[in-house]
C-alpha cells in the first residue's frame, strides 16, 4: 500500500476518533440541540444506505436493478460514508467472498493475525493500512470499470467527502438562522461523529460478524448473525445469511430479523425504482441449513 494512501487511511479513522470525543464532552454539558441530533440522523441514514444498499447490495452483488441515475446517487451516498471510492469499494468486498476466511481475504479476523484479539482487531480497522483498496479493480469489478459514470465517482471520491462535511455545515447554518456556531456543532455531529459511526458499525460487520454470533446454514466460512447490531447496520449485521445467499436483497430473512435495507429496496421495487430483485425462497433457505446439505 502507497504511504500516502496508509496516511490518508490513518487520518479517516483517527479524525472522527477525535471528534467523537469532543462530542462527548459537549453532550456532557449538554452544548448539543435537537437540529444537531437529526442533521447526524439523517446524514447517517443517507451515507449509511449509500453503503448497505448501494455499494453493497446493489453494486457489489447486483441484488436488484434500478434506473442508471439512481445507481449514481447511491454510489455518490456510499461515498460520503467515507469507506473508499465505490471501485475499490467493491473490488475489496468481491475478493472478500472469492477468498472468505481464506489466504487472500482482506479483512479476515482468522488469517494471518491468528483468530484471537489481534484477528479480531485486523479485520475491525487493521486491514485499512495494508490491503484495502489493493484488490485488482480490473478483476474483481470489470463492470464498474467499464462505466463511465462509475469511474468519474471513483476519481471524485475526495470531492464527496468534502460535500459530505459541508452538507451538515450548511444544514447547520439553515436551520439555526445563520448560526456560524450552528453550523460548526452540525459539522461536529452530522460530518465527523457520523463518519465515525458509520465506520466502526460497518468494520463491525468485517469483524465481529465473523467472530461471534449465531449460524445456522451449511457455510465454508465463520460468518455470523448479531442480531444486536441489526438496526444500527440497517441489516447487514444478519452476515452469516448473507454469505450463505450473497445476492439476495435481504439479509433478514426471518420476519423478526430487521433488515431497514432490504424495507428500502421493497419500497424502491413499489415504486418502479428496482427490479429484478433477488429474494431467497424458504424451500431453498431449508436446503442450506446446517445438517441437511443437499445431495
Given at each position: 500500500m502507497p504511504a500516502i494512501q496508509r496516511?490518508?487511511?490513518?487520518?479517516?479513522?483517527v479524525l472522527p476518533f477525535l471528534a467523537f470525543i469532543a462530542a462527548l464532552a459537549l453532550l456532557w454539558n449538554r452544548a448539543v440541540g435537537l437540529t444537531d441530533l437529526a442533521v447526524l440522523a439523517g446524514m447517517y441514514l443517507v451515507s449509511a444506505l449509500g453503503i448497505t444498499v448501494g455499494y453493497h447490495r446493489l453494486l457489489t452483488h447486483r441484488a436488484f436493478q434500478t434506473h442508471k441515475p439512481m445507481e449514481y446517487a447511491l454510489a455518490a451516498a456510499g461515498s460520503m460514508a467515507v469507506q473508499g471510492p465505490v471501485i475499490d469499494w467493491v473490488a475489496d468486498h468481491r475478493k472478500h467472498h472469492a477468498h472468505t476466511d481464506e489466504e487472500g481475504d482482506p479483512h479476515s479476523p482468522h488469517v494471518g493475525h491468528g483468530s484471537g484479539l489481534a484477528g479480531l482487531?485486523?479485520?475491525?480497522?487493521g486491514w485499512l493500512?495494508?490491503?484495502n483498496g489493493q484488490a485488482d479493480r480490473r478483476k474483481y469489478a470489470p463492470d464498474l470499470m467499464d462505466d463511465r459514470g462509475m469511474r468519474w465517482l471513483n476519481r471524485t471520491f475526495p470531492g464527496l467527502v468534502g460535500l459530505s462535511l459541508l452538507i451538515p455545515f450548511g444544514l447547520g447554518l439553515l436551520l439555526t438562522g445563520g448560526s456560524i456556531v450552528g453550523g460548526l456543532t452540525a459539522l461536529l455531529w452530522g460530518g465527523l461523529v457520523r463518519i465515525f459511526f458509520v465506520h466502526h458499525i460497518t468494520w463491525s460487520i468485517n469483524s465481529i460478524c465473523h467472530f461471534h454470533g449465531a449460524r445456522?446454514?451449511?457455510?465454508?466460512?465463520?460468518?455470523t448473525n448479531v442480531w444486536w447490531l441489526s438496526l444500527a447496520s440497517l441489516g447487514e449485521a444478519w452476515h452469516h445469511n448473507h454469505h450463505a445467499f450473497p445476492?439476495?436483497?435481504?439479509h433478514g430473512l426471518r420476519w423478526w430479523e430487521l433488515d431497514p435495507s432490504g424495507l428500502v429496496i421493497r419500497a424502491m421495487k413499489r415504486a418502479g425504482l428496482a427490479w429484478n430483485v433477488v429474494a431467497i425462497k424458504p424451500e431453498r433457505q431449508q436446503q442450506?441449513?446446517?445438517?441437511t446439505r443437499a445431495g
Open positions: 496516511y490518508t487511511n490513518l487520518a479517516a479513522v482487531w485486523h479485520a475491525h480497522v493500512f495494508e490491503a445456522r446454514f451449511d457455510t465454508d466460512d465463520h460468518s445476492r439476495s436483497a435481504f442450506r441449513l446446517a445438517g
